[in-house]
């Protein structure tokens, strides 16, 4: 069976009706039988079944034991990060989402959780901080906003002797292009807002969890904190799930004729795209995510000032100015005024987060349209 086959046909016919979509259960709470007996629903923050079918679906996406489904992507992040203790540590990325940064420096290390932000482009930078207090190993591959790439693989058998969780936020590569769990991952992350969502209509985050005992424990910290998923927007999340193959194929596939364009510019001054020949890690993009480079690309401008920057992402027509990515209008934006605003300069450019860094999010638009409005955009560039 092809994969868009299984995907298709892992969400459920309703029983009760045989409705082909599942139906949006809208309700609180569930009438009982007498005290604890039920039909598996009690109370709406608990279970639901349109949550329950999304979970399911998504379990089965990514070949993992369960599914957790959470009412933003930092929510999810933030559930994850309620497995560890004080006195815990967390290695991650350094070109981390900058949401994920502001909650574990602004929040969970005030708490007593220790965060090593490291390059962990070469598997071997974590080797240096590993202890037996590190209990997450926490990537994203590829990154937000420079599209690092990290060897899964290598670094969850690096991993393995310390008994550290190994972490995929794998929202960039979506489920179709790359499958942690087969490279040794232990839990994945998702902002389902993106590219499983797929048209910019929702929030949602997704933790999905590879043993009976991680599902046990997220399954727990989701019911205990209650930022839970909502039954409109897991209906909307199922429906987004139909097309997801169809629509990262097409964006992939456009997304790498505009980095060939870009590459061309003299505009331009580094694209970062995992699908280019000179990306660093290009050849373990090429093996962990089938072949599938996906829909993000971002690149510096010649003249690297936020000026610049600003002036070229107020140009575009069909790029339009917004946070967010993965939907199936193209999106254009500045980091260092929008979505990493929150992280220091400093810490910021170490990084690879330059202050003209402009990032795309490539739709299902025609190629060549896009390609002619980035075009448009670059001629209108003032040069001193």
């Not at 591959?141 to 190994?166: C, E, H, M, R, Y």
């Not at 590569?173 to 993106?194: R, V």
């Not at 450019?349 to 990032?359: C, M, T, W, Y």
Request: glycine share 8%; net charge negative; hydrophobic share 40%.
């Amino acid at each position: 069976m092809s994969r868009i086959t299984d995907i298709i046909h892992s969400i459920p016919v309703d029983e009760l009706t045989g409705a082909i979509a599942v139906p949006v259960y809208q309700t609180s709470t569930f009438v009982q039988q007498a005290p604890g007996v039920h039909k598996g629903y009690d109370y709406a923050r608990t279970n639901n079944p349109t949550r329950t079918a999304l979970e399911n679906i998504v379990a089965q996406l990514e070949n993992g034991h369960g599914a957790f489904a959470f009412a933003t992507g930092l929510a999810a992040i933030d559930a994850v990060v309620k497995l560890l203790s004080t006195g815990d540590e967390i290695i991650a990325v350094d070109d981390i989402y900058g949401g994920a940064y502001r909650l574990f420096t602004h929040v969970y290390q005030k708490l007593g959780i220790k965060i090593h932000y490291v390059d962990t482009t070469d598997a071997e930078n974590i080797s240096d901080y590993l202890n037996d207090k590190t209990k997450l190993i926490w990537i994203e591959s590829p990154t937000n906003p420079t599209l690092k790439v990290s060897d899964i693989q290598k670094i969850a058998a690096i991993a393995q002797p310390f008994g550290s969780l190994v972490v995929v936020d794998n929202t960039f590569a979506s489920p179709i292009a790359q499958q942690p769990f087969t490279l040794g991952a232990d839990i994945i992350i998702h902002s389902a807002t993106k590219y499983i969502g797929g048209h910019s209509d929702l929030l949602a985050g997704l933790v999905v969890t590879k043993t009976k005992e991680l599902s046990e424990k997220i399954k727990f910290i989701q019911n205990a904190s209650g930022g839970i998923l909502g039954p409109w927007d897991c209906f909307l999340t199922i429906r987004g799930i139909e097309t997801i193959e169809l629509r990262v194929k097409r964006q992939s596939e456009s997304a790498w004729k505009i980095a060939q364009y870009l590459t061309a510019k003299s505009e331009i001054d580094k694209v970062y795209y995992p699908g280019l020949v000179g990306h660093k890690n290009h050849e373990v993009a090429k093996r962990q995510q089938n072949g599938i480079f996906g829909g993000m690309i971002s690149f510096s401008l010649k003249e690297d000032t936020v000026d610049a920057a600003s002036q070229f992402v107020t140009s575009t027509k069909y790029f339009k100015l917004a946070e967010s990515l993965g939907g199936v209008k193209s999106l254009i934006c500045h980091p260092a005024q929008m979505t990493h605003a929150s992280i220091p300069r400093e810490k910021r450019l170490s990084s690879g987060v330059q202050d003209s860094l402009i990032r795309l999010s490539v739709g299902i638009e025609d190629a060549e349209d896009l390609i002619h409005d980035l075009e448009t955009a670059l001629s209108k560039l003032k040069h001193p």
